[in-house]
């Protein structure tokens, strides 16, 4: 069973372009979730897809924006891109539930931010 | 407030030895999940042991187990026969109630393994 597949792994920017992150779910999974880790902040939250809906949302700027897709897909997208968002942004899916189920995360993406 | 707690930035252990990961959390939910991840240099964030609150027994994966204290807010790694491989980030996390996806993350201990 393939796990989560995310695309591309590594990626160089500059300032005030933007970018955008793919991620394929485990087969069968329906909600994804996504992460920011930084070497200062650690991993933090930055939203949850479930059917195509956003159903969690952590504290980043509108910048940061996500969509699912009817196949479980899930891309990721920031605008304006700032010295600030270098970082691993990890992708995670699960089953459905919101009170059940492991969450399995892909391999990341790494963005730099020139 | 710090919600997940790891007071060990680094750990060594001996190869062959078991070693304790320290969580601590912070939650007023009765309901919510307590999870490890293994995170080697590559960065992929490995899944390895779940405890869900209401669990009555200590889950156990393999060589890992968690050592559940819900009176005193803890979750410990416990890993049985450290190998060379478990060298990585480990961290703890924590799902509240009806979080779903959302999970908060501790800010993981370093563990290297020493032959």
């Known amino acids: 069973k393939a796990g989560v597949t995310q695309t591309p792994r590594y990626l160089i920017k500059t300032r005030g372009q933007q970018v955008t992150l793919s991620c394929s779910p485990i087969s069968g999974h329906r909600s994804v979730s996504w992460y920011q880790q930084t070497p200062g902040q650690g991993l933090q939250f930055l939203f949850e897809?479930?059917?195509?809906?956003?159903?969690n949302k952590g504290n980043f700027p509108g910048r940061f924006s996500g969509r699912q897709f009817s196949n479980s897909r899930s891309e990721m997208n920031v605008s304006t891109l700032e010295l600030g968002d270098s970082a691993l942004y990890l992708c995670?899916?699960?089953?459905?539930?919101?009170?059940?189920?492991?969450?399995?995360f892909g391999e990341g993406s790494r963005l730099t931010v020139l | 407030a710090q919600k997940i707690t790891q007071t060990q930035p680094g750990m060594f252990v001996q190869e062959k030895e078991a070693v304790t990961l320290d969580c601590t959390y912070d939650t007023s939910d009765q309901s919510y999940g307590l999870f490890w991840y293994k995170q080697p240099s590559s960065g992929e964030m490995i899944f390895l042991i779940y405890q869900g609150s209401y669990d009555e027994q200590n889950a156990t994966e393999g060589r890992y187990s968690l050592n559940f204290q819900k009176a005193r807010k803890s979750a410990n790694l416990v890993i049985s026969a450290s190998q060379l491989g478990d060298s990585a980030m480990y961290f703890c996390a924590m799902r509240e109630n009806n979080q779903g996806g959302k999970l908060i993350f501790g800010q993981g201990t370093e563990l290297s393994v020493k032959p």
């Open positions: 897809y479930f059917s195509e809906t956003q159903r």
């Open positions: 995670a899916s699960s089953l459905a539930g919101a009170n059940t189920g492991e969450l399995f």
